[in-house]
């Protein structure tokens, strides 16, 4: 979140929940439109996830489903799926160590 703390904090825990309920005007920190945007995408997916199951919708980049192949939806200066652990060979070494 931006702030004189910015730096000290980074991503916290909890630092997304302004974004996902798009509350970016309860805080005095100095948002910008990219924070807005990234507000307002992410709080669309989660009420339509709350509403239908399916979190996308109109104007949203598709969030695909689960599928063979690993991937999250990476929402910030892009919006789009991205490999869980950037290489395949990272992934299986952590698809191995956690089936353990």
């Known amino acids: 979140m931006p702030g004189p703390d910015a730096a000290r904090?980074?991503?916290?825990?909890?630092?997304?929940?302004?974004y996902v309920l798009n509350t970016l005007y309860m805080s005095d920190?100095?948002?910008?439109?990219a924070d807005r945007r990234i507000a307002?995408?992410?709080s669309s997916y989660w009420?339509?996830?709350?509403?239908?199951?399916?979190?996308?919708?109109k104007g949203l980049p598709e969030w695909r489903a689960i599928d063979d192949e690993p991937q999250i939806m990476e929402v910030g200066d892009k919006m789009e799926p991205i490999p869980v652990a950037g290489s395949p060979a990272k992934?299986?070494?952590?698809?191995k160590y956690l089936l353990k």
């Open 9 to 18: 904090f980074g991503a916290f825990h909890t630092s997304e929940v302004p």
């Open 29 to 33: 920190r100095a948002f910008s439109d």
């Open 40 to 42: 307002d995408t992410m």
């Open 47 to 57: 009420a339509n996830f709350a509403a239908s199951g399916d979190p996308n919708g």
């Open 91 to 95: 992934f299986a070494f952590w698809k």
